[in-house]
């Protein structure tokens, strides 16, 4: 059974303060994705990785970095947190080894950030 | 087993064509279906539909979904040849804390000039 784990499921920062999220699959997945969800806007791609020191900016990368140093863990940065970054943050992996066949993106539980 | 069946696999219009891509799904714990364009890298996200009969718009993309008749349908109109990709159909259910999205394989669209 797939695992995706979330660092946090809730956090608390304030405007300015540097913020780690991290991922971390067991299923030995290339590819690994950030997202967050806002009420009205479904989910919108951060950045996501291929795989191990890979990285593509999504739809959203503005005030966000990512680390993958180990094919298993995704980190998602904020460098300066703002208020318009709370949100809930989801982490998703993808074993994308046949092209189309079988794209099932597994989401962790998810961290809702709050930005004071 | 859940499934989502995307049709056609493949489509090969002309520019100003208007195409009509097909979404199917079999999920237990429907909550939201998404369409997605895929180029060369990850997906782009075009619409979350959640209600039946309601359509989403975003310029020359529309989307419908029939949750009685378990299908969407993606509509494209006056196509450019910027168009051209693999469209993602995915829905999404409440399995686990935060749901899981099961994709469809895709149609590829080739708009020719």
């Known amino acids: 059974d797939v695992k995706v784990t979330q660092s946090s499921r809730y956090l608390v920062k304030r405007t300015g303060e540097k913020v780690f999220l991290e991922c971390v699959q067991d299923?030995?997945?290339?590819?690994m994705f950030w997202y967050r969800q806002d009420p009205g806007l479904g989910l919108r791609l951060i950045y996501f990785?291929?795989?191990?020191?890979?990285?593509e900016k999504g739809d959203i990368p503005e005030g966000y970095s990512v680390s993958r140093e180990k094919k298993e863990r995704f980190s998602l940065i904020l460098e300066s947190a703002s208020t318009n970054q709370t949100s809930m943050y989801l982490c998703?992996?993808?074993?994308?080894?046949?092209?189309?066949?079988?794209?099932?993106?597994?989401f962790g539980p998810g961290t809702r950030l709050l930005v004071l | 087993e859940d499934k989502v069946v995307q049709s056609p696999l493949s489509l090969v219009v002309h520019e100003g064509d208007t195409v009509t891509l097909n979404c199917s799904y079999e999920?237990?714990?429907?909550?939201?279906l998404l369409w997605y364009k895929q180029e060369k890298k990850a997906p782009t996200f075009l619409f979350m539909l959640?209600?039946?009969?309601i359509e989403k718009k975003s310029g020359r993309l529309s989307s419908i979904l029939d949750k009685k008749e378990l299908f969407s349908i993606l509509n494209i109109t006056a196509t450019q040849t910027g168009d051209s990709a693999v469209y993602l159909c995915?829905?999404?259910?409440?399995?686990?804390?935060?749901?899981?999205?099961?994709f469809g394989k895709g149609t590829k669209l080739s708009v020719k000039p």
């Open positions: 998703a992996s993808r074993d994308w080894t046949s092209g189309r066949e079988g794209e099932t993106q597994y």
């Open positions: 995915a829905v999404r259910n409440y399995g686990g804390s935060q749901g899981n999205l099961i």
């Open positions: 990785s291929y795989d191990v020191k890979m990285k």
């Open positions: 959640t209600s039946s009969g």
């Open positions: 999920v237990t714990n429907f909550r939201s």
């Open positions: 299923m030995d997945h290339e590819n």
